[in-house]
Nanobody
Framework: HVQLVESGGGSVQAGGSLRLSCAAS????????MAWFRQAPGKEREGVAV????????YYGDSVKGRFTISQDNAKNTVFLQMNSLKPEDTGMYYC??????????????????WGRGTQVTVS
């Protein structure tokens, strides 16, 4: 039973950096994987990155490859998203999600087990 809370969003200049955090409630990290998504006003949700708890395998959306890095601290049940070289098109609400089986970034019909409420990122 995982509840997720994002933090670390803010307003930055293009080329700057932010680090987002997604904290899972409870004393154990019970999810198979955790993912980051983002959504800008009037646009569809976009998959950003995913990490698998066991092996630490990571996957990224094409638009953020080479700029964003996802990582995890299993002891604290927390996943991070380091965002570098930010662009105005990175602006949006960033959400973390978790699931017990898999964390696809491209399947818009997949129903994740848990979602956070989001943290706003604005790049100007």
């Amino acid at each position: 039973h995982v509840q997720l809370v994002e933090s670390g969003g803010g307003s930055v200049q293009a080329g700057g950096s932010l680090r987002l955090s997604c904290a899972a409630s409870g004393s154990r990290f019970s999810a198979k994987c955790m993912a980051w998504f983002r959504q800008a006003p009037g646009k569809e949700r976009e998959g950003v990155a995913v990490i698998y708890a066991g092996a630490g395998s990571t996957y990224y959306g094409d638009s953020v490859k080479g700029r964003f890095t996802i990582s995890q601290d299993n002891a604290k049940n927390t996943v991070f998203l380091q965002m570098n070289s930010l662009k105005p098109e990175d602006t949006g609400m960033y959400y973390c999600a978790a699931d017990a089986l898999t964390c696809p970034l491209e399947n818009s019909d997949y129903e994740y087990s848990a979602w956070g409420r989001g943290t706003q990122v604005t790049v100007s």
